[in-house]
Every structure is written in C-alpha cells, then in structure tokens.
C-alpha cells in the first residue's frame, strides 16, 4: 500500500521525469487540482454509480453506497463480461481503504473472497475435476487483456500468499504468470501503438488498468511502462480531436461517435484538458483523480490545446501485420501467443485459425456465447483443410473484427477536423471500425457507413455501429472520398447486407444544413462541410427516432451496391465568410464518376483534379498521394519512427522524450 505523502510523490516523479528546480522551463499552472476537485464534488453531488464512484466517496471521508459495489463484486462471482471493468475499483478500495470504519467488514470480505475466486484467464478452472466450468467472459480484446492482467497481477500482490481458486496459484505465482502477459501488452503497445486505435470507447478501459498499475504496484519497471504507455494514449487523444470531440477515425466506437457529448472519453478530456464535460462514475477519469502518482506531462496539455493553428496535420501508424508475426516474437502455434492475436481479434485469419480452433478446445470456448456461430462448424474446422479452405473462401466476412495494421490521418483547423483510416481493408466485413468523420462541433459531425442490418441494438455490426461491407477511403488534406462496394453474398456473420449506404449528417446540430444542386451543404460556427453521393436521389429521411429527436433529420440514404461518396470542408475564411460563394464554388467542381468500376475525378476547389478507383491509388493532377508506411507518429510536435523506441513531442516551450530501451521519460514539466 502506497502512503507516500503527494507532494513528496510529485517531488519523485518530477526528477524521474527530468524536471528539476534549475530548469530554466516555465511549469504554468493548468488548474489541474481545481478541476480534480471539480470532478469529485460532480461525483458526490451526483447518484451513487458504480465502485468507481463510491470509491471516490471514501477518497472525501464519504460512507459509500455499498450496494454498488456489491452490484459489482456479484458480476464478477457471476463471471459475467465486463466483470474486469471494474477490478481497478475494487483493488484500489481494498489497497486503499481495506482498514477504512466507512466500509463494513462484510464489504470487505465479500471483496476479498471475489477476487480470490474470480477467474482472470480462460485456462482456469479447466480442471480434471472440473473440465467444462465454462464462462462468456471476453479476455482478450486489448482492453480486456490488460484489465485481467493488471488485476490479477494487483490481487496476486495484496494476497501473495492466499491460494486463488481458480487457477489453484498463490499470490505470488499469479504475479509470476501474469507480470509477463503486462509486459508484452506494453511493449507492442509502445511500439506499435493500439489495434482499437483512437478508441473513444476502451481507451476509457486501457486507462484505469494501467493507473491502477502505477499507483498500486511495487514493481519499478512495469510501473514506468505503464507510465510511458499512458503517456501516449493521451498524447493520441490530444492530437486527434477538435475542442474535445474525440471524432477521428476509430478502431472500435459505437453510436458514441454520433456526438462529443457520447463520447466514453469525455469526462478525461475534462479532467486532463478542460474541454468537454464530467461524466461521475466515468472509470478513466474516477481513476485519474483518485491517483496521487501519474501526473501527465505537460506539453500534451499544451498540444490538447493547440486549435489556432492554421494547418494541422498527424499522421500515424498503429498496430501490427498478421503476416509479420515472427517480427513480434510471436508464433502461429503457440497457444500463449494466440491471446495476444486475439488482441487485434484476428480469430480466422488463414495464418491464425488454426491456433484459434486450439484456443476454442483448450478454453471449452465452443460454448462462449461470441463463438456460437462457429459451434455448427467444429467438425470441419477440426479438419485443417477443410479450416484452412474455409478461411481463405469467407476471409472478407469472418475477419471483419479484425484490426491489422492501420495508417490515420487527421487534418485539422481552428473551424474543423476531419480524419480517415487510410485505405484499410476496402470490401472487408466490418464490425466496430470507423473508417473517417469530419468534424465541426462538440455535436455537429458527419460520416458514411453501410449497415450491417437494419436493427438499432444487439450485436455488432448494426445500423450505425461497423459496417456490413468497409469502404475504401482516402484523405488528402480536407477532401475524403469513399467507395462501397457493397458484398451481396450470404456468409457467416452478416447475410442479406442491405443494397444501399447512408450518411449521417444531423440538420439540427448545424446552424444550416440543405442539399442543393446534388451536393448536401452544411455549416457551423465558422466551418463548412459538403458532402456528395453519388445516388442523384439520395436526401435525408425523415427521423421517426424518439431518443434522437433533438437530433433533426440525421440520415442520407444512397441507393445501390455501387455507392461514391465526396466530402469536403473548409473554413469561411477560405472563402470570405460567404457560404454561399463555398456552395457555388462546390457546385460547379467538376465530379466524373464511373459507378460499374467505382472510380471517380473530382476537381476539387481546394485540391485541384483528384482521382481515385477500386484499384491504385488517389491521385492529385495525377501523382500518386501516400497514404501508407506512415511513422508511429509524424505531427508538428514531433514523433517516432515504426516501431517506435524513441518519441519526443515539443510544443509551447514544454517537452517529452520517451526511451523504450532505456524506459526513460524526460519531461519538461508535469501536470500541475
């Protein structure tokens, strides 16, 4: 248990960071602790939540309502999924507050026995005695892989010498098991960044796991990775948002992407970077405040704030190449190794089903509830050729969560943003991914999906949650085009795609927003947005949604299988203020398309003659644009090369210096 008083931690962490009192570096006041205590006040004035938020009650000498956190100590008796999400809650209690009068000794055993009990991978309790003791729990995702870890590694130092059930370990076994598992998940992190890139969704969950890390282990290096790591998923918040919208493009998001106000992010934007607003019992942001250890260094502060800048443009390259595994020290046949191909869910990869179908037998995982579709299959996939037939034939459907390596783009300026992942998997299947958004407003947002059905809850894809078929999309600067090709055959996952793409462009959300002379016109504050379809026919729907009537009309449908999607935006002052010279300049640009081959040309006003198809690349005035390779960062502030050992960020007179090898982190003042 950690007692170190806070400042002589801020003391300790400001000269492991290089920041020391000769430093000629101005450290200016950020009201970081004012908002701290902002965010608790919101909390304790607010409705008890979760273990998080009753967690923070006790951090203010508040008597928790513990009938939430019994709610969560029953899901993870229960094993129910997300159960994990809240093992940084209730370890921070029991390290922090287990000798706490405010909780009853019946809290605080019930705790203790869940955590002891609680299964944290999925070869526990597959026992002689107990073979088929099976769950539908989801492990592996990347969030999910480092919050089991994490916890288990926690639990395993609390009680090193208690016997957890479920794996028959001790304490410190467990932390002997799962300590490499941590290790791996921050190096691949570091390096090549996340796989649920940009997540506005489990960023939410990578957080908490690795503040817990930090301010509840006692192991110095995995305490300093966890801080770098943690460095970095703020660095890629501050970097790809517009005034607290985190509306880039993402690896995993749902309807959140619909509004800033949505977003699972928001509450840390605003504790971090005061934009957006509180969320109490928010888990990223309850951790934060509750930590007396991380302190984020400043210059991402600064570079959150950085929206005067007349042209931004980031770039960066996360995740992995299936096809590069032996690179990563991993291996097609190593069942260790298969969770973490799980992290980037490459469960049918040709290269990986193998040891996914040895996964699903040694984890009892024909059972789980997310591999039901595969039960009706087990005779055959235990066939390797039948397997490795079935994952070549159906690869575009079966591999739509996967999440191999992926190049961003993310232009910025003061009155917009807009952002795409480049050229990703065009006519693949897709499950929670959002390829491109732009970006005006905390609210006013727009993008294009293809349904995977027509249902607006359950599984995922859905309506406008992923996509039935991904399109192919390219950004250069301010202009994003988009083909679909939609896949009319019927598959394993998703069957009967729908025959038409829509676009989601809220009227109310923009102080004006019309379709006129084919192109659909929208503007806000001082941004403007045009978006085209190439369906002559395609208009907004009338909305008969009633949880999203403040929205206005929000839906574009374009009819066909065949669908080319253009959007541009601007600022007024590109064109003196006047809308109406950005509509006519937008209406009579040239737009060619060729809708059998889904290519098109478009002379762009801002970016000359632009040209893209199917097959080869976007061209502009007929030179190729380079949308692929990119570094693990490439932005004004700095960046690192692929795969990145070093990264600095420089920006407002502060900086950062990152060193994987050396785990050094020199920075030139820390979150005040």
Same mark, same amino acid.
């Given at each position: 248990?950690?007692?170190?008083?806070?400042?002589? *931690?801020?003391?300790?962490?400001?000269?492991?960071?290089?920041?020391?009192?000769?430093?000629?570096?101005?450290?200016?006041?950020?009201?970081?602790?004012?908002?701290?205590?902002?965010?608790?006040?919101?909390?304790?004035?607010? %409705?008890?939540?979760?273990?998080?938020?009753?967690?923070?009650? =006790?951090?203010?000498?508040?008597?928790?309502?513990?009938?939430?956190?019994?709610?969560?100590?029953?899901?993870?008796? @229960?094993?129910?999924?997300?159960?994990?999400?809240?093992?940084?809650?209730?370890?921070?209690?029991?390290?922090? /507050?287990?000798?706490?009068?405010?909780?009853?000794?019946?809290?605080? $055993?019930?705790?203790?026995?869940?955590?002891? #009990?609680?299964? /944290?991978?999925?070869?526990?309790?597959?026992?002689?005695?107990?073979?088929?003791?099976?769950?539908?729990?989801?492990?592996?995702?990347?969030?999910?892989?480092?919050?089991?870890?994490?916890?288990?590694?926690?639990?395993?130092?609390?009680?090193?010498?208690?016997?957890?059930?479920?794996?028959?370990?001790?304490?410190?076994?467990?932390?002997?098991?799962?300590?490499?598992?941590?290790?791996?998940?921050?190096?691949?992190?570091?390096?090549?960044?996340?796989?649920?890139?940009?997540?506005?969704?489990?960023?939410?969950?990578?957080?908490?796991?690795?503040?817990?890390?930090? @301010?509840?282990?006692?192991?110095?290096?995995?305490?300093?990775?966890?801080?770098?790591?943690?460095?970095?998923?703020?660095? $890629?918040?501050?970097?790809?948002?517009?005034?607290?919208?985190?509306?880039?493009?993402?690896?995993?998001?749902?309807?959140?992407?619909?509004?800033? !106000?949505?977003?699972?992010?928001?509450?840390?934007?605003?504790?971090?970077?005061?934009?957006?607003?509180?969320?109490?019992?928010?888990?990223?942001?309850?951790?934060?405040?509750?930590?007396?250890?991380?302190?984020?260094?400043?210059?991402? /502060?600064?570079?959150?704030? &950085?929206? &005067?800048?007349?042209?931004?443009?980031?770039?960066?390259?996360?995740?992995?190449?299936?096809?590069?595994?032996?690179?990563?020290?991993? $291996?097609? @046949?190593?069942?260790?190794?298969?969770?973490?191909?799980?992290?980037?869910?490459?469960?049918?990869? %040709?290269?990986?089903?193998? =040891?996914?179908?040895?996964?699903?037998?040694?984890?009892?995982?024909?059972?789980?509830?997310?591999?039901?579709?595969?039960?009706?299959?087990?005779?055959?996939?235990?066939?390797?050729?039948?397997?490795?037939?079935?994952? !070549?034939?159906?690869?575009?459907?079966?591999?739509?969560?996967?999440?191999?390596?992926?190049?961003?783009?993310?232009?910025?300026?003061?009155?917009?943003?807009?952002?795409?992942?480049?050229?990703?998997?065009?006519?693949?299947?897709?499950?929670?991914?959002?390829?491109?958004?732009?970006?005006?407003?905390?609210?006013?947002? #727009?993008?294009?999906?293809?349904?995977?059905?027509?249902?607006?809850?359950?599984?995922?894809?859905?309506?406008?949650?992923?996509?039935?078929?991904?399109?192919?999309?390219?950004? =250069?600067?301010?202009?994003?085009?988009?083909?679909?090709? *939609?896949?009319?055959?019927?598959?394993?996952?998703?069957? $009967?795609?729908?025959?038409?793409?829509?676009?989601?462009?809220?009227?109310?959300?923009?102080?004006?927003?019309?379709?006129?002379?084919?192109?659909?016109?929208?503007?806000?504050?001082?941004?403007?947005?045009?978006?085209?379809?190439?369906? %002559?026919?395609?208009?907004?729907?009338?909305? !008969?949604?009633?949880?999203?009537?403040?929205?206005?009309?929000?839906?574009?449908?374009?009819?066909?299988?065949?669908?080319?999607?253009?959007?541009?935006?601007?600022?007024?002052?590109?064109?003196?203020?006047?809308? @109406?010279?950005?509509?006519?300049?937008?209406?009579?640009?040239?737009?060619?398309?060729?809708?059998?081959?889904?290519?098109?040309?478009? &002379?762009?006003?801002?970016?000359?003659?632009?040209?893209?198809?199917?097959?080869?690349?976007?061209?502009?005035?007929?030179?190729?644009?380079? *949308?692929?390779? /990119?570094?693990?960062?490439?932005?004004?502030?700095?960046?690192?090369?692929?795969? #990145?050992?070093?990264?600095?960020?420089?920006?407002?007179?502060?900086? =950062?210096?990152? &060193?994987?090898?050396?785990?050094?982190?020199?920075?030139?003042?820390?979150?005040?």
């Amino acid at each position: 248990m950690k007692t170190i008083p806070g400042f002589m *931690v801020l003391c300790a962490v400001a000269l492991l960071a290089g920041c020391d009192s000769s430093s000629s570096v101005e450290c200016t006041e950020t009201e970081y602790e004012a908002r701290k205590e902002a965010f608790f006040d919101a909390t304790l004035a607010a %409705p008890s939540n979760n273990t998080y938020s009753e967690v923070m009650r =006790l951090a203010r000498g508040v008597k928790p309502e513990e009938s939430e956190i019994q709610d969560d100590l029953d899901r993870m008796n @229960e094993r129910l999924d997300t159960a994990d999400f809240r093992l940084p809650a209730i370890l921070w209690m029991l390290y922090q /507050y287990g000798d706490s009068e405010l909780l009853s000794e019946e809290i605080l $055993d019930n705790a203790k026995e869940a955590l002891l #009990a609680f299964k /944290y991978w999925p070869d526990e309790l597959l026992t002689e005695a107990d073979p088929v003791d099976t769950d539908n729990m989801v492990y592996w995702t990347e969030n999910h892989f480092i919050l089991f870890s994490t916890g288990a590694y926690l639990a395993g130092q609390l009680y090193p010498d208690e016997v957890f059930t479920a794996s028959g370990e001790t304490g410190l076994e467990k932390m002997e098991t799962f300590r490499p598992r941590i290790m791996r998940w921050l190096e691949l992190r570091y390096q090549t960044g996340f796989t649920e890139w940009l997540s506005n969704v489990y960023y939410d969950e990578d957080i908490p796991a690795l503040v817990a890390l930090i @301010e509840l282990g006692e192991d110095e290096e995995l305490d300093q990775l966890a801080t770098m790591v943690l460095d970095l998923i703020f660095a $890629d918040m501050a970097t790809n948002q517009f005034r607290g919208n985190f509306g880039s493009t993402h690896g995993r998001t749902y309807e959140q992407k619909m509004s800033g !106000t949505r977003d699972s992010t928001r509450s840390t934007f605003k504790l971090q970077f005061d934009l957006n607003e509180f969320s109490p019992g928010n888990m990223s942001s309850s951790a934060l405040a509750l930590s007396s250890t991380y302190r984020m260094p400043q210059v991402i /502060y600064e570079m959150a704030q &950085d929206f &005067d800048r007349e042209v931004y443009e980031n770039r960066q390259r996360m995740s992995i190449r299936i096809e590069e595994a032996d690179r990563w020290g991993l $291996d097609y @046949e190593r069942l260790e190794d298969g969770m973490t191909f799980l992290t980037l869910e490459a469960y049918t990869h %040709p290269l990986t089903i193998g =040891l996914f179908v040895e996964m699903l037998d040694a984890y009892k995982w024909w059972e789980h509830s997310d591999f039901a579709p595969f039960k009706e299959f087990q005779t055959q996939l235990n066939d390797p050729a039948i397997r490795d037939a079935f994952a !070549t034939s159906f690869e575009k459907d079966i591999t739509r969560n996967m999440r191999p390596e992926v190049n961003t783009y993310t232009y910025r300026t003061p009155d917009y943003m807009l952002s795409t992942a480049q050229d990703w998997r065009g006519g693949y299947g897709g499950d929670q991914q959002s390829i491109w958004q732009a970006t005006l407003g905390m609210e006013a947002v #727009a993008f294009t999906t293809h349904p995977g059905n027509e249902s607006l809850g359950g599984p995922t894809p859905r309506y406008w949650t992923g996509y039935g078929t991904m399109p192919r999309a390219t950004q =250069l600067e301010n202009v994003v085009i988009s083909l679909y090709d *939609v896949d009319t055959e019927t598959y394993v996952y998703v069957t $009967d795609q729908p025959l038409y793409t829509h676009a989601f462009l809220p009227k109310a959300k923009f102080d004006e927003a019309l379709k006129e002379n084919g192109w659909f016109f929208a503007k806000k504050g001082e941004g403007y947005l045009a978006l085209w379809s190439s369906d %002559p026919d395609a208009d907004w729907v009338p909305n !008969t949604d009633p949880e999203m009537t403040d929205f206005g009309d929000f839906e574009i449908i374009a009819e066909g299988e065949k669908t080319i999607w253009v959007c541009e935006v601007a600022r007024a002052a590109d064109y003196g203020g006047d809308f @109406e010279a950005f509509k006519a300049a937008i209406s009579s640009a040239a737009i060619r398309t060729d809708a059998d081959d889904l290519s098109v040309e478009y &002379d762009s006003p801002s970016q000359g003659a632009l040209a893209m198809g199917w097959e080869g690349p976007m061209t502009q005035e007929g030179m190729p644009i380079v *949308v692929g390779d /990119y570094p693990r960062y490439d932005s004004p502030y700095g960046g690192a090369e692929f795969p #990145a050992e070093q990264v600095t960020f420089e920006h407002a007179g502060q900086s =950062l210096k990152l &060193d994987f090898a050396e785990q050094s982190r020199e920075a030139s003042c820390l979150y005040e």
